[in-house]
């Protein structure tokens, strides 16, 4: 059982010298592969636009979000296996861990959306076979699965903004359509909501009454995305009142709102895809393995690139799908693709995250785009604490103590590198990122209490905030950029709020040689 705190207190010293190996053998690791969209504000296009990229390593019961250490090249088959995220296994996570006594104010989280039908086929092969609908009797299955369906049902009782009530809120295709959540991927975020919703409640985060102020969820208008927050919501508050639930629509898979328009964003992302081409058509083994695809299937080889095959290939790989196969035809070809070819594939794949990692046109671009999604996140966070701040009468409705982003590889992958987590793997199917914010008992708690003024009172300073970045359940918090050189030693274990808040107002845009989003986004460049 998950447990709610880590009994941080005259221990802690020790505790975390304990910890202290394993830690240090889970987080500073090396090689993982992001994805950027061919536009900041279009449709995922996964393996396309960058020749992407994906891996998690296997483990046993922990998926690690960095990759182990290692003396030689990367399996990029077993690599891709952990990209699947099969849910056929029990999986510890660290949210609501935190020192004793200290309280949770607010959680935030994306998500990327589940396992999907592939965004593309590749010519004269046959589609993967792959039923879309729902049965509990088909695996993998959970025991919310037909309470999830049933409570779907009722969503017209729901509040949505008008471009979602038109998307189904279930996948119902016997024959999946292409980029159509699967029901792996509806199992994937049953589990995931509610692992958190394990993880937090014995922190009464929302209360049984909850109003429909306390919680917010967006999504992109893509199928996969609503329904995908729809199963993840269900899991953290099975049997929700519909009627308290307005589900908002973020036209941007960058969730930036109004604040969208940056040319020096755009100028960077142009520049990566260059780096990328250049990269991919000087690799030789790669020009020969899509040569060699194309004369298997009969196709031109520029016609199979096109196609990107990969994104086919993980799809029969997740599945356990034979790779396709074509007969012997007029053009005289035959034969099936094969895992070394799709190795191939996936080892450019690495080899491009290690030269992206260097080169650094991406990370300038990621922190432009996720300054507006990470600007709402800090004043989010801001209102909850000025709402529980000592002494003061907490707003009628409360704050959005609970908010969901659904979106995707293309919105977490920049979200990641601008957090300063270059080296955490590419988001997998249903991978999440988890900010927590917390505030510590008030100071004459545990502390001595400050002597007061002739004939004054002693007056109790309010407790301090502090902020927990969590990733597929692992805390990462000391490895994003605002709080990798804070000393968690000391009397305070967790990341200051102040360092996040600095970060996001102001440090982020040094690499600009600016000092606000917008000198950064419209300054010309020299």
């Not at 785009?369 to 000592?390: F, G």
């Not at 609970?402 to 991978?431: I, Y």
Request: proline share 7%; aromatic share 10%.
């Amino acid at each position: 059982m998950l447990q709610c705190v880590y009994g941080w207190t005259s221990s802690y010293r020790a505790v975390v010298k304990m910890v202290s190996a394993a830690a240090a053998h889970l987080f500073f690791c090396l090689i993982s592969v992001n994805l950027i969209p061919t536009t900041p504000v279009e449709e995922e296009r996964p393996f396309h636009a960058a020749d992407g990229g994906v891996g998690v390593a296997l483990g046993k019961s922990r998926k690690r979000v960095f990759p182990m250490p290692h003396t030689q090249e990367p399996d990029p088959v077993a690599e891709a296996y952990g990209y699947c995220n099969t849910p056929n296994r029990s999986e510890q996570a660290w949210e609501g861990h935190s020192p004793a006594d200290y309280k949770l104010l607010s959680v935030q989280v994306m998500i990327r959306h589940g396992d999907r039908y592939p965004l593309y086929s590749i010519p004269k092969t046959k589609r993967p076979a792959i039923d879309c609908t729902l049965s509990s009797s088909r695996k993998p299955s959970h025991p919310l699965l037909n309470p999830f369906i049933s409570h779907m049902g009722l969503g017209g009782r729901g509040h949505w903004d008008s471009p979602l009530s038109s998307v189904p809120r279930l996948p119902n295709h016997s024959s999946c359509e292409m980029g159509e959540l699967t029901q792996t991927g509806v199992v994937q975020h049953l589990r995931n909501g509610q692992l958190l919703q394990q993880a937090y409640k014995c922190h009464n985060l929302l209360p049984s009454n909850w109003s429909p102020r306390q919680v917010w969820v967006e999504t992109t208008g893509k199928s996969r995305t609503l329904q995908s927050g729809l199963a993840f919501f269900y899991g953290f508050l099975p049997d929700f009142d519909w009627t308290k639930l307005t589900v908002r629509h973020q036209w941007s898979t960058l969730f930036c709102g109004s604040a969208c328009d940056c040319p020096a964003r755009n100028r960077y992302l142009e520049e990566e895809q260059r780096r990328q081409y250049r990269l991919r058509v000087s690799d030789t083994e790669l020009e020969r393995t899509y040569v060699e695809m194309a004369r298997t299937l009969g196709l031109l080889t520029r016609t199979l690139r096109a196609a990107n095959p990969i994104d086919s290939l993980l799809c029969h790989l997740c599945h356990g799908i034979p790779f396709p196969c074509v007969p012997v035809g007029d053009s005289g070809a035959s034969g099936c693709l094969t895992m070394a070819q799709f190795a191939v594939i996936r080892r450019q794949q690495l080899d491009d995250e290690v030269e992206r990692r260097k080169v650094g046109l991406y990370r300038n671009y990621a922190i432009l785009a996720m300054y507006p999604y990470l600007n709402r996140t800090a004043n989010k966070m801001e209102r909850v604490a000025k709402d529980n701040e000592a002494g003061r009468q907490p707003r009628l409705g409360g704050e959005e103590v609970f908010t969901l982003s659904s979106a995707h590889d293309v919105t977490m992958a920049p979200l990641l590198s601008a957090l300063g987590l270059e080296e955490a793997r590419f988001p997998r199917f249903a991978a999440r990122v988890v900010f927590e914010l917390w505030k510590s008992p008030p100071a004459t708690q545990g502390q001595p209490k400050k002597k007061a003024g002739k004939g004054g009172k002693s007056k109790a300073k309010d407790g301090e905030l502090f902020l927990r970045v969590l990733y597929n359940g692992e805390d990462v918090t000391f490895h994003t950029t605002f709080c990798r050189s804070h000393d968690r030693h000391t009397g305070q274990p967790l990341c200051p709020l102040k360092n996040f808040l600095s970060y996001v107002r102001r440090d982020m845009f040094r690499v600009f040689n600016a000092t606000s989003y917008q000198e950064a986004c419209f300054r010309r460049p020299v």
